[in-house]
């Protein structure tokens, strides 16, 4: 029996386990990296490790989130992260430089390695044929001091590709199909693995698009087998000594199958507010448009800026809606000035943003009071554009573009004969913003830069056997780590200071939790199905734990915000039977014993109602351990200590 291609590279690098699905693996890993909104909390805790420079291949730190720069906050803490960069042996890509995913992938990305990055979308790396992963920014750490990255072998999809996608229908619509279908929590524990005959027709950047945004889906990572299109790639990008064949065996057996065909697809788009409200544009057409906002990390390549400034190209968008641009590198835009269809987007009246992360998590732009805003980006969560009332919708570059020129959803079909334009045979390559990492002799030298918002990390102590307390707050289904730990510009630049960042926890859906929480000294949260989607922002389990949180009861957990919670010391448990979540009610005093967590047990008392429920829990035996001793940090500290 063959095997697929992520059941190799995961073997290539398998340090602990077997491929059978579900069970506890550890793998080695080649590459991490960072961003300065999840950064700095990674690059404490590496410090605190004691280790002397990264034992990875290749570890980078790129500024790309944390641009908005209205105080010291935010360039205090990119002069701590380039100071940390030159100590430990990390690349610095420079503010400016542009995001991360779209720079890894043009600059770093490799075939057959394995990327660990703190940021949900790095499986973007994907599209090189790499096993691409986003995790919290402690087990980030724990990468880059040497420690093998765990988790449950994943079952993987054949997601089939036939076909070729017709004009005006691209990347991002593929993914939308794939949401459509299956929906924000389908993948989780799974890996989507493209292959079929329609991959051939998709380019490295199209296939990233369809990997990032494959995050939403729930999926552990999502890849393209490493072939002729990627080696193409790569030789454009001047790295094709980089380059290696990767594919799936002929015999490969999957555990699923999706079939798509390209040729059948339509322009599909993203109701508010979750990527899973997928929609054909041809039912929201008509719809009045106030803001569009293309780029991101999903749609900022050359590609997605080459189509958008050829259908601007000569018109002028609607005089009642806004048009943003945030270009994913200055690679991109380089080759945009150099072409000429900068001008294109400028003339048309388009605003042109930097190089960075921007309105996609609330930093600037963020729409009018009841607006309609229709973005390339992966995410259209509650709020998370920066005004509350904001309606997000999310769509193709075509789709966009369209939308800007006539003020309201149309589909981009209607738009006439599809524009023409050349993409380069060899991209225009300048790395003089990437600072490479200094020689062992001079980093040890390097002396680490503090602004005086960086806080110490807090406390973690071993849990008790027993917890007491009150339910402090009781949520639906999918409930995002945007609910939890929302971003925006004014809560991002406390992402080093836990103290002043936890006084919005929940803000969202209660802004009287935080001062509850400490009211009640701590206590507990209860949560529906699929919680902690979305971001890998591990501030979502670090401040609740400064709060006092101590356990968090659900239907089930998102992948990766569930190791956060194990990672600082939050006791995580889903329910035997789900209906006993209804059992349950804010304000209950409940007490949890925790004696028989090692066989996969817990008992709920409801002090309150006088009821008793069983608990459980996926954890491994590491999970265990780490959960005990109050956190991953604790026990890497002491291995390394020893």
Same mark, same amino acid.
């Given at each position: 029996?063959?095997?697929?291609?992520?059941?190799?590279?995961?073997?290539?690098?398998?340090?602990?386990?077997?491929?059978?699905?579900?069970?506890?693996?550890?793998?080695?890993?080649?590459?991490?990296?960072?961003?300065?909104?999840?950064?700095?909390?990674?690059?404490?805790?590496?410090?605190?490790?004691?280790?002397?420079?990264?034992?990875?291949?290749?570890?980078?730190?790129?500024?790309?989130?944390?641009?908005?720069?209205? &105080?010291?906050?935010?360039?205090? &803490?990119?002069?701590?992260?380039?100071?940390?960069?030159?100590?430990?042996?990390?690349?610095?890509?420079?503010?400016?430089?542009?995001?991360?995913?779209?720079?890894?992938?043009?600059?770093?990305?490799?075939?057959?390695?394995?990327?660990?990055?703190?940021?949900?979308?790095?499986?973007?790396?994907?599209?090189?044929?790499?096993?691409?992963?986003?995790?919290?920014?402690?087990?980030?750490?724990?990468?880059?001091?040497?420690?093998?990255?765990?988790?449950?072998?994943?079952?993987?999809?054949?997601? *089939?590709?036939?076909?070729?996608?017709?004009?005006?229908?691209?990347?991002?619509?593929?993914?939308?199909?794939?949401?459509?279908?299956?929906?924000?929590?389908?993948?989780?524990?799974?890996?989507?693995?493209?292959?079929?005959?329609?991959?051939?027709?998709?380019?490295?950047?199209?296939?990233?698009?369809?990997?990032?945004?494959?995050?939403?889906?729930?999926?552990?990572?999502?890849?393209?087998?490493?072939?002729?299109?990627?080696?193409?790639?790569?030789?454009?990008?001047?790295?094709?000594?980089?380059?290696?064949?990767?594919?799936?065996?002929?015999?490969?057996?999957?555990?699923?199958?999706?079939?798509?065909?390209?040729?059948?697809?339509?322009?599909?788009?993203?109701?508010?507010?979750?990527?899973?409200?997928?929609?054909?544009?041809?039912?929201?057409?008509?719809?009045?448009?106030?803001?569009?906002?293309?780029?991101?990390?999903?749609?900022?390549?050359?590609?997605?800026?080459?189509?958008?400034?050829?259908?601007?190209?000569?018109?002028?968008?609607?005089?009642?809606?806004?048009?943003?641009?945030?270009?994913?590198?200055?690679?991109?835009?380089?080759?945009?000035?150099?072409?000429?269809?900068?001008?294109?987007?400028?003339?048309?009246?388009?605003?042109?943003?930097?190089?960075?992360?921007?309105?996609?998590?609330?930093?600037?732009?963020?729409?009018?009071?009841?607006?309609?805003?229709?973005?390339?980006?992966?995410?259209?969560?509650?709020?998370?554009?920066?005004?509350?009332?904001?309606?997000?919708?999310?769509?193709?570059?075509?789709?966009?573009?369209?939308?800007?020129?006539?003020?309201?959803?149309?589909?981009?079909?209607?738009?006439?004969?599809?524009?023409?334009?050349?993409?380069?045979?060899?991209?225009?390559?300048?790395?003089?913003?990437?600072?490479?990492?200094?020689?062992?002799?001079?980093?040890?030298?390097?002396?680490?830069?503090?602004?005086?918002?960086?806080?110490?990390?807090?406390?973690?102590?071993?849990?008790?056997?027993?917890?007491?307390?009150?339910?402090?707050?009781?949520?639906?289904?999918?409930?995002?780590?945007?609910?939890?730990?929302?971003?925006?510009?004014?809560?991002?630049?406390?992402?080093?200071?836990?103290?002043?960042?936890?006084? *919005?926890?929940?803000?969202?859906?209660?802004?009287?939790?935080? /001062?509850?929480?400490?009211?009640?000294?701590?206590?507990?949260?209860?949560?529906?199905?699929?919680?902690?989607?979305?971001?890998?922002?591990?501030?979502?389990?670090?401040?609740?734990?400064?709060?006092?949180?101590?356990?968090?009861?659900?239907?089930?957990?998102?992948?990766?915000?569930?190791?956060?919670?194990?990672?600082?010391?939050?006791?995580?448990?889903?329910?035997?039977?789900?209906? /006993? *979540?209804?059992?349950?009610?804010?304000?209950?005093?409940?007490?949890?014993?925790?004696?028989?967590? /090692?066989?996969?047990?817990?008992?709920?008392?409801?002090?309150?109602?006088?009821?008793?429920?069983?608990?459980?829990?996926?954890?491994?035996?590491?999970?265990?351990?780490?959960?005990?001793?109050?956190?991953?940090?604790?026990?890497?500290?002491?291995?390394?200590?020893?």
């Amino acid at each position: 029996m063959g095997k697929t291609l992520t059941e190799k590279i995961i073997e290539s690098h398998l340090v602990e386990g077997t491929l059978e699905r579900g069970s506890d693996i550890a793998i080695t890993i080649n590459q991490t990296l960072t961003q300065d909104a999840t950064g700095t909390m990674a690059y404490l805790q590496f410090e605190s490790m004691g280790i002397p420079r990264v034992k990875t291949e290749l570890s980078v730190s790129y500024v790309d989130h944390n641009t908005l720069q209205t &105080d010291f906050k935010n360039p205090d &803490d990119h002069r701590y992260l380039q100071s940390i960069a030159a100590k430990y042996g990390l690349y610095f890509s420079r503010p400016g430089n542009g995001i991360c995913h779209q720079v890894h992938l043009e600059r770093f990305a490799r075939p057959g390695k394995t990327l660990l990055g703190s940021d949900s979308h790095t499986p973007t790396g994907g599209g090189v044929g790499m096993i691409a992963i986003g995790a919290g920014g402690l087990d980030v750490a724990a990468a880059m001091a040497g420690e093998p990255f765990r988790l449950k072998m994943p079952k993987i999809v054949e997601v *089939y590709l036939t076909g070729k996608l017709p004009n005006f229908i691209s990347a991002k619509d593929v993914i939308l199909e794939v949401l459509r279908r299956i929906g924000v929590k389908g993948a989780v524990n799974k890996v989507l693995e493209y292959v079929g005959p329609g991959i051939k027709t998709l380019t490295v950047p199209e296939r990233g698009t369809i990997t990032n945004m494959g995050t939403e889906t729930g999926a552990t990572t999502s890849i393209f087998p490493s072939d002729e299109i990627t080696r193409e790639f790569l030789i454009a990008q001047e790295r094709e000594g980089e380059w290696e064949e990767i594919l799936p065996d002929e015999d490969a057996v999957y555990d699923e199958t999706i079939k798509i065909n390209l040729s059948e697809l339509e322009p599909l788009i993203a109701e508010p507010h979750s990527p899973g409200n997928v929609k054909t544009v041809k039912e929201l057409e008509g719809l009045k448009v106030d803001q569009v906002c293309i780029g991101s990390c999903t749609n900022s390549s050359l590609r997605d800026l080459k189509i958008v400034a050829n259908m601007l190209k000569g018109k002028t968008i609607d005089e009642h809606t806004v048009l943003t641009i945030s270009p994913g590198s200055r690679q991109v835009v380089n080759h945009m000035i150099r072409s000429g269809e900068m001008a294109y987007l400028v003339e048309a009246g388009a605003r042109i943003l930097e190089n960075a992360c921007g309105p996609c998590l609330g930093q600037g732009l963020a729409p009018k009071t009841n607006a309609v805003s229709l973005r390339t980006f992966n995410r259209n969560f509650l709020g998370r554009s920066g005004t509350k009332s904001g309606n997000v919708y999310l769509v193709s570059p075509e789709t966009a573009a369209i939308a800007a020129i006539e003020g309201k959803v149309t589909d981009p079909r209607k738009f006439g004969q599809l524009p023409k334009f050349d993409m380069p045979k060899k991209f225009m390559v300048n790395d003089n913003m990437i600072i490479p990492p200094l020689p062992p002799e001079k980093a040890k030298n390097i002396i680490i830069i503090r602004g005086p918002n960086i806080k110490p990390l807090p406390e973690l102590n071993p849990i008790p056997e027993k917890l007491e307390g009150e339910v402090l707050l009781k949520v639906e289904d999918d409930i995002t780590t945007d609910h939890i730990m929302p971003a925006g510009a004014k809560i991002l630049p406390l992402r080093s200071n836990i103290p002043e960042i936890s006084k *919005y926890v929940f803000n969202v859906i209660d802004e009287k939790f935080h /001062d509850r929480s400490l009211e009640k000294k701590g206590g507990f949260i209860v949560g529906g199905e699929n919680y902690g989607q979305g971001s890998s922002r591990e501030h979502a389990a670090i401040a609740p734990k400064y709060l006092g949180i101590k356990s968090v009861i659900v239907k089930s957990f998102a992948r990766i915000h569930l190791a956060n919670l194990v990672n600082f010391g939050i006791v995580p448990l889903t329910f035997v039977n789900k209906e /006993d *979540y209804k059992t349950i009610d804010q304000g209950d005093h409940i007490e949890i014993d925790l004696t028989m967590l /090692d066989s996969g047990k817990a008992i709920l008392k409801d002090l309150t109602k006088g009821t008793s429920i069983e608990l459980t829990h996926s954890l491994s035996q590491t999970d265990l351990e780490e959960l005990k001793a109050g956190g991953k940090l604790t026990l890497i500290k002491q291995r390394h200590a020893q």
